[in-house]
């Protein structure tokens, strides 16, 4: 079965409303993963014709507080409304869990335009899904990059469901810190994405 975010049939579902959840979780991401997310899904958005990118966080959680020091750019098949998780790949991000004593806390991934909610597919098929994941959604590829973060769509899977969150408590509940990161490219290099993409023939 193949597992990962996945727009397969590019099914839009309307957005629901965002909420602020009344809890004291507070978020802190590592400058250098937000650096590194951002440089992976522009390479994805890149490529001609662009392609959706996906980008797996990981990070330690200490009571409400979670610190996402962790990013690592799975092997995937993609193409402009669509991206899936390799197995293969998907086992050696596991491994890197479990060696490095990390918890996977969320993902990011980039959908054409400027919608910015859940399709079908990735409500359906997102995997690992428990209480508290977080799931962003770029816009335009990611080509504009994911900051402020007002201009993505996040996600947290509450209650079963993937639940949008309002911009107000992003805002006041999502910082930045310059916090060492640990950073894991799993993309085949020999890939034509990117041997195209870097001029190789």
């Not at 400058?31 to 490529?47: A, D, H, R, W």
């Not at 994941?133 to 993937?162: K, T, W």
Request: one cysteine or more.
């Amino acid at each position: 079965m193949k597992r990962g975010w996945v727009n397969k049939s590019f099914q839009y579902l309307k957005l629901g409303d965002r909420i602020s959840p009344a809890d004291n979780v507070r978020y802190y991401f590592s400058i250098e993963v937000l650096e590194f997310t951002e440089s992976v899904l522009k390479e994805y958005g890149s490529i001609e014709p662009s392609h959706e990118g996906i980008v797996l966080w990981a990070g330690r959680k200490n009571d409400n507080k979670i610190i996402v020091n962790s990013a690592i750019a799975p092997d995937t098949d993609s193409s402009g409304t669509h991206i899936i998780i390799k197995p293969e790949s998907m086992v050696r991000f596991i491994t890197f869990l479990s060696d490095s004593k990390l918890t996977y806390v969320g993902q990011i991934h980039s959908h054409p335009g400027s919608w910015v909610g859940h399709s079908s597919g990735d409500n359906d098929l997102s995997c690992f899904k428990r209480e508290g994941l977080i799931s962003f959604v770029a816009p335009n590829y990611g080509l504009e990059g994911i900051l402020p973060f007002s201009q993505c769509g996040v996600h947290r899977y509450m209650d079963g469901n993937f639940t949008l969150l309002s911009k107000t408590y992003v805002a006041k509940r999502m910082k930045i810190l310059g916090i060492q990161a640990k950073l894991l490219d799993l993309r085949n290099k020999m890939d034509i994405r990117w041997n195209v993409k870097n001029g190789i023939d």
